[in-house]
């Protein structure tokens, strides 16, 4: 019966949602907004109305279901638990992400200089792949300062980093996690341990675990310094390659940013809204209710589509194009909304904006390897596999 009231839902393939999900969701925002898709194993929210409407309602659309596929990976933590409950995992470390207290922590310095060394290595080759080469090594060392985990390195990081990632893409694509994601997650707890044990060092104020050991035990610890890991690499690292893709896609664009500043943000928001890094975010319902014209079931999955709110013909004149000068990208959901609103936006959009304007002021002729061309993939997490670009070499 419910398939039958989600015609085009039936018919969508976990491959269309994965390769090029855009022109199924505008099909399914404008006739089954609330859409049932067999392959998900439950509803798919595309229209911006709906979608914030779920995620405001942490009563009726709830992360704490055993089925959520990265508590599976690293346990209970602020991305899976809802209610008071979830204040206690997330107010520990809400404050240090705060625009103010990243400024005055010296972090947007801490980022220039790490972006700065990065492209000063790879200026004289005049090409790289510029996920792995600059956007995850920049992310990883970010996130790694501001956890403060004692004595993990960067290629460290980006190993248990890609270790989770695969354990819950794995889980939410039907498969089993396999031990890639538990092993890394074992080191991850051992290095919190350390961390903690070595205490008062010298930059202890920097440190998100130390000033949250007081107020959580080891496992919350590591399982909240699991999702900061996953969500921060991650989503930053999208964040960048997605944006290098849309700006250097138009051979207009950059010389547009580099003589103005101010277009940068708006370049950042533009990317997000067109290609958020994470497509979509789960709930499960609390209750029978009804959600735009679905009839919703207790315990049944719904899972809303980021990707496909962003795009909503009634919010975004001509979606599908990337416009930078678009007066009302900031409407993107691309952080989500209600309780679970990413907590590392302010950190993600500042490693961003440095990221592009590094790249573009130091690397002359920016631009893509027309030979070696990518594009935005996955389920739940969308970005190029790789991004190859060129430059003059200097």
Same mark, same amino acid.
């Given at each position: 019966?419910?398939?039958?009231?989600?015609?085009?839902?039936?018919?969508?393939?976990?491959?269309?949602?994965?390769?090029?999900?855009?022109?199924?969701?505008?099909r399914?925002r404008?006739?089954? +907004?609330?859409?049932?898709?067999? =392959?998900l194993?439950?509803?798919?929210?595309?229209r911006?109305?709906?979608?914030?409407?779920?995620?405001?309602?942490?009563?009726?659309?709830?992360?704490?279901?055993?089925?959520?596929?990265?508590a599976?990976?690293?346990?209970?933590?602020?991305?899976?638990? /809802?209610?008071?409950?979830?204040?206690?995992?997330?107010?520990?470390?809400?404050?240090?992400?705060?625009?103010?207290?990243?400024?005055?922590?010296?972090?947007?310095?801490?980022?220039?200089?790490?972006?700065?060394?990065?492209?000063?290595?790879?200026? +004289?080759?005049?090409?790289?792949?510029?996920?792995?080469?600059f956007?995850?090594?920049?992310?990883?060392?970010?996130?790694?300062?501001?956890?403060?985990? &004692?004595g993990? /390195?960067?290629a =460290?990081? %980006?190993?248990?980093? /890609?270790?989770?990632?695969?354990a819950?893409?794995?889980?939410?694509?039907?498969?089993?996690? $396999?031990?890639?994601?538990?092993?890394a997650?074992?080191?991850?707890?051992?290095?919190?341990? /350390?961390?903690?044990?070595?205490?008062?060092?010298?930059?202890?104020?920097?440190?998100?675990?130390?000033?949250a @050991? $007081?107020?959580?035990?080891?496992?919350e610890?590591t399982s909240?310094?699991?999702?900061? %890991? *996953?969500?921060?690499?991650?989503?930053?690292?999208?964040?960048? @390659?997605?944006?290098?893709?849309?700006?250097?896609?138009?051979?207009?664009?950059?010389?547009r940013?580099?003589?103005?500043?101010?277009?940068?943000?708006?370049?950042?928001?533009?990317?997000l809204r067109?290609?958020? $890094?994470?497509?979509?975010?789960?709930?499960?319902? =609390?209750r029978?209710?009804? !959600?735009?014209? @679905?009839e919703?079931?207790?315990?049944?999955?719904?899972?809303? #589509?980021?990707?496909?709110?962003?795009?909503? +013909?009634?919010?975004?004149?001509?979606?599908?194009?990337?416009d930078?000068?678009? @007066?009302?990208?900031?409407?993107?959901?691309?952080?989500?909304?209600?309780?679970?609103?990413?907590?590392? &936006?302010?950190l993600?959009?500042?490693?961003?904006?440095?990221?592009?304007?590094?790249? %573009?002021d130091?690397?002359? $002729? !920016?631009r893509?390897?027309?030979?070696?061309? #990518?594009? +935005?993939?996955?389920?739940? *997490?969308?970005?190029?596999?790789?991004?190859? &670009?060129?430059? =003059?070499a200097?």
């Open positions: 019966m419910i398939t039958g009231s989600s015609p085009l839902g039936a018919a969508a393939t976990l491959a269309e949602l994965t390769e090029d999900p855009h022109p199924l969701l505008a399914l404008a006739a089954e +907004p609330v859409s049932w898709l067999p =392959t194993g439950g509803w798919l929210v595309t911006r109305d709906l979608a914030v409407a779920v995620m405001r309602d942490a009563q009726t659309y709830t992360v704490d279901d055993p089925r959520f596929s990265t599976q990976v690293v346990g209970p933590s602020m991305l899976s638990l /809802d209610g008071p409950e979830h204040a206690v995992h997330r107010d520990p470390f809400t404050a240090p992400f705060r625009l103010r207290e990243l400024h005055g922590a010296g972090f947007a310095e801490r980022i220039q200089q790490e972006a700065t060394r990065l492209v000063d290595g790879l200026g +004289p080759h005049g090409t790289a792949e510029l996920r792995r080469a956007a995850g090594p920049l992310a990883a060392v970010v996130m790694t300062d501001i956890l403060g985990l &004692a993990a /390195d960067t =460290t990081v %980006l190993a248990w980093y /890609d270790g989770i990632v695969h819950v893409n794995e889980i939410t694509e039907g498969r089993p996690a $396999g031990t890639e994601g538990a092993a997650y074992t080191e991850l707890r051992q290095a919190v341990a /350390d961390t903690v044990q070595a205490g008062a060092r010298a930059d202890s104020g920097r440190s998100l675990l130390l000033s @050991a $007081g107020r959580l035990g080891l496992p610890l909240n310094a699991a999702v900061l %890991l *996953f969500g921060g690499i991650e989503t930053t690292e999208a964040m960048i @390659a997605n944006a290098l893709l849309h700006l250097l896609a138009d051979p207009d664009l950059p010389a940013v580099r003589a103005d500043d101010s277009l940068l943000d708006n370049a950042v928001e533009e990317s067109l290609e958020p $890094g994470a497509a979509v975010v789960d709930r499960y319902a =609390t029978d209710t009804r !959600l735009g014209p @679905a919703i079931r207790r315990g049944d999955l719904v899972t809303v #589509s980021l990707a496909g709110a962003n795009r909503d +013909p009634a919010v975004f004149e001509d979606p599908d194009t990337f930078i000068d678009r @007066a009302n990208s900031r409407l993107q959901l691309a952080f989500a909304h209600g309780p679970h609103y990413c907590l590392g &936006a302010h993600a959009r500042l490693e961003t904006r440095i990221a592009l304007r590094t790249l %573009l130091a690397l002359p $002729g !920016l893509l390897d027309p030979e070696r061309p #990518s594009a +935005p993939r996955g389920l739940v *997490f969308r970005k190029p596999p790789t991004l190859h &670009a060129l430059w =003059t200097t």
